[in-house]
């Protein structure tokens, strides 16, 4: 009986097969638009251009490509599903996926940059700020005039990172942050963070908020 109980629901799942695939084909266009092939190729060109010249090097030496960030900004790279009123592109996941991907083929180091100020940075900004913020601190990173950093890992909570040691006390009128961040991407250069802190240890990971930090 389970024998043909398997049989029975393997003729029935294959059924089902074919259909789901017309109705994938008529209603899911896998197809690039124009304005995605054309930022493909921009970021393209820009990494041949721009990061192919040196890259060893600036692996090999520990560099940050300074020259080379300031141009991504200059191209939109920076920000770009960022509303443009807040200094963004406005554009679609899908053409941000290909632009990072061009980046990636020839310097994975400047695509990782690239990553952090859109994905992490950018992306929480314009999610939870208020507009006084974002007009503050959004619009030049996703415009390109500065970057940012994102600084969660800890020596202890890299990997684990709801285990933050990392305190910010109520002041009152500001907030006392008190901890080390390891491994941050843009830590250097950065102009504002994104730091991630306990306020509320008896709350463990619940207790865990964000703030904007100016260098």
């Not at 003729?11 to 124009?34: C, G, Q, R, V």
């Not at 202890?156 to 941050?184: R, V």
């Amino acid at each position: 009986r389970l024998q043909n109980i398997k049989f029975y629901f393997e003729i029935f799942a294959k059924s089902l097969i074919l259909p789901l695939k017309i109705i994938i084909k008529i209603f899911m266009d896998f197809n690039l638009t124009e304005e995605q092939l054309m930022i493909q190729q921009a970021a393209r060109d820009f990494a041949q251009a721009e990061l192919l010249e040196g890259v060893i090097e600036r692996d090999n030496e520990q560099k940050f490509p300074y020259e080379a960030v300031k141009k991504m900004g200059e191209m939109g790279f920076l920000g770009m599903m960022v509303d443009p009123k807040y200094g963004g592109a406005g554009l679609d996941s899908i053409s941000y996926v290909l632009a990072i991907e061009e980046i990636a083929k020839v310097d994975a180091s400047a695509a990782v940059v690239m990553s952090v100020n859109n994905s992490l940075v950018c992306a929480g900004l314009e999610k939870f700020c208020n507009e006084e913020q974002k007009m503050k601190y959004l619009k030049p990173l996703a415009s390109g005039e500065v970057i940012g950093a994102f600084a969660l890992s800890e020596p202890e909570a890299g990997s684990d990172a709801t285990s933050q040691s990392t305190t910010a006390e109520d002041k009152g009128d500001y907030y006392l942050l008190n901890g080390t961040k390891n491994w941050i991407t843009n830590g250097g250069n950065a102009t504002y963070y994104i730091v991630i802190a306990q306020t509320n240890p008896e709350k463990k990971h619940k207790g865990i908020n964000a703030f904007i930090v100016e260098k």
